[in-house]
Nanobody, 122 residues
Framework: QVQLVESGGGLVQAGGSLRLSCAAS????????MGWFRQAPGKEREFVAT????????IYADSVKGRFTISRDNIKNTVHLQMNSLKPEDTAVYYC???????????????WGQGTQVTVSS
């Protein structure tokens, strides 16, 4: 099983960019599908993006498509979320997660990081 630690969150103005990172420790990182989810205050945790073990397949939520890019480095055991053209509605705690299937369902991800706060001001 892997352990996940997110970093890179912060405060940014609308239209700006942030790059989130998720560092994984433990065994067999390259065997996991990795996902990013987010949770705004008073809302359920929602899917943002996911990438399969090789990096060859990705899925994005419609709300971030064209603005966010997920990538992974299986040598450095990291996954990144490049976020461009940020909007106030992107404000949330962002979570990294590991699972076995390339899916948008959070139920398929069994290991989660502690989250990193992203705040986008208007």
């Amino acid at each position: 099983q892997v352990q996940l630690v997110e970093s890179g969150g912060g405060l940014v103005q609308a239209g700006g960019s942030l790059r989130l990172s998720c560092a994984a420790s433990g065994r067999s990182f390259s065997g996991y599908t990795m996902g990013w989810f987010r949770q705004a205050p008073g809302k359920e945790r929602e899917f943002v993006a996911t990438i399969n073990w090789s990096g060859g397949s990705t899925i994005y939520a419609d709300s971030v498509k064209g603005r966010f890019t997920i990538s992974r480095d299986n040598i450095k055991n990291t996954v990144h979320l490049q976020m461009n053209s940020l909007k106030p509605e992107d404000t949330a705690v962002y979570y990294c997660a590991a699972g076995g299937l390339l899916t948008t369902s959070r139920l398929a991800y069994n290991t989660w990081g502690q989250g990193t706060q992203v705040t986008v001001s208007s």
